[in-house]
């Protein structure tokens, strides 16, 4: 397995970890931490390997923004 691959896959099972939590105390800064490492993981499979591997930190980057416009729109 390539490099990129074993890269790519730690990223999306990182992204999952932020959905469905591994442990029952999973707190919002260790989400956050997961978020940026996946992030950081799914930009160095695409640049060592299959471009594909951006639509994570696209994924990342999409939420982040959804969430702040509800933050910024909610009454």
Known sequence: MKL???LGIASVLLVGSVFVPPFSDWRGPINFAASW???TLGLLAAQRGSKWWLAVPCLILCGFGF???LTANTP
Do not use: A, D, N, P
Request: aromatic share 22%; no cysteine; glycine share 12%.
């Open 4 to 6: 990129s691959t074993k």
């Open 67 to 69: 969430g702040l416009y």
């Open 37 to 39: 490492i996946s992030f």
